[in-house]
């Protein structure tokens, strides 16, 4: 079983424009509401993917039906922790017309104590049945810095890491098998600038000897570097077309290279599949619900280069 927990999950508002002008009254011509958040995008594309999964988060108020619903539907295991405030609302706008996207992203509402501790039992206890974990997505405020470090403490199988700052800093001891900042986020964590290669080797590495097994970076539509303490590889995966909505891409990469771990591939190979499985993401209009079908022929297709 692949275990995808997060605290940050969303109710998404999706609007499509032939043109979209600020300032204006403008009217969608498409709109989709799906779960989403970085742990239901990973959890989904766990499922998409074939993977026995489950995925835990906070769940509460007017979303938590709908969310529940469409879950349900998709035949997708969860353990929602029931809160009382309402899960956060976001909005995703895609233009048409220029191809851009703007992300409208309301912050994760505060948990109560009584909500972040039952939260942790319930992953300790998923954990130990799981194969493979995700812990992916921010901390909403208010969460003890201390979170990540006791959930990756109790998990006995390999897990992936997709998160940033002090809290990754803080369980590189712990030896995690991936952690997955981008290029931005790693900068961020380390507090120092990464301007060229050479940096962004140095600054992974710097994870690599602080603990982390293997440290992945992606940066946008540029190659994606993995390192661990002594090698760096890069991947450079081919152009998409036809891009429908870029988010979720990364999302659904962690949940492929957890499918991929599940499966036993190396993690260079999971990587490949991981990338495969971020371009497929872009194909879709809801984040995570990818089509699995050509993710393998799309992996043969990523040169890698030792760096």
Known sequence: MILSAGLTPAWQQIL?????????????????????????????????????????????????????REFCEMGIRHRWIVTEAATRVCTTILDQATGTITELVENGRCLTPREIEEFRRAYAEQAAAAQVAIIIGSLPAGTPPSFYRDLVACTPCPAILDFRGEGLLAVLDLKPYVVKPNREELAQTLRQPIATDDELRDAMQTLNRRGAQWVLVTQGKGPVWVTCEQ?????????????VNPIGCGDAMAAAIAWATWQRHDLLTAVRLGIAAAQANLRQIRPGRIDPSGIAEAAERIRVEEA
Do not use: M
Request: charged letters at 20%; one cysteine or more; hydrophobic letters at 40%.
């Open 231 to 243: 090698r760096a590889w890069r991947f450079h995966p081919p152009p998409v077309e036809n891009v």
């Open 16 to 68: 499509v424009f032939r043109q979209f002008r600020y300032g204006e009254v403008n009217r969608a011509q498409e709109v989709h509401w799906c779960a989403s958040g970085k742990v239901f995008n990973a959890g989904i594309a766990v499922r998409r993917l074939g993977a026995p999964g489950l995925t835990l988060a906070p769940v509460g108020g007017l979303p938590r039906a709908e969310i529940d």
